[in-house]
């Protein structure tokens, strides 16, 4: 809902009968998903999971000053380069393309991830960073809603 699928959401919701079985599943409960469920559910049930039972314990944060865009591409290419499998996230599927590329320029094993691709590209690429082919993984926001990859060394 918080993508702006709002109204083609409710439109769908509408045309399911009034005494047909819904059921709303959502890895996040703002007031968007409230106004679902006051509208169509009756007897809602919610189920959740214990946040502490997800939460990462062993992270590390890191702050990168630079200086200026040829020093941002600079560290970005180093931090790509490090050992492990690194997801790096940018804005558009433009600059996904172009900083893989940059990458591979630079003898990065790094790939674009983003909606501009077909889904069996898109899941080809995932392989690929699943299996090790991959170890820089370029994604937009959007595309990687929803990926699930163990063990990743950096994001």
């Known amino acids: 809902a918080d993508m702006g699928f709002m109204p083609q959401v409710v439109a769908l919701l509408k045309q399911v009968e009034a005494d047909g079985q819904r059921m709303l599943f959502s890895a ?3 007031k968007n998903i409230d106004r679902l469920v006051k509208m169509f559910l009756t007897d809602p049930v919610v189920h959740s999971v214990d946040p ?3 939460a990462v314990t062993t992270m590390e944060h890191h702050v990168l000053h630079v200086m200026d865009e040829t020093d941002k591409k600079a560290v970005a290419t180093k931090i790509a380069a490090r050992e492990g499998r690194v997801i790096m996230f940018v804005d558009t599927k433009r600059a996904a393309d172009r900083f893989a590329k940059r990458l591979l320029a630079s003898g990065v094993r790094a790939a674009a991830l983003h909606g501009g691709r077909s889904q069996p590209q ?4 995932l392989d ?3 299996n090790g ?4 993984l370029v994604a937009t926001n959007v595309a990687a809603r929803g990926i699930h990859v163990d063990d990743l ?3």
């Open 28 to 30: 996040t409960l703002d």
């Open 52 to 54: 502490s039972a997800g």
């Open 122 to 125: 898109r899941n080809r690429t």
């Open 128 to 130: 690929q960073f699943k």
């Open 133 to 136: 082919q991959v170890t820089a």
């Open 153 to 155: 060394d950096l994001v």
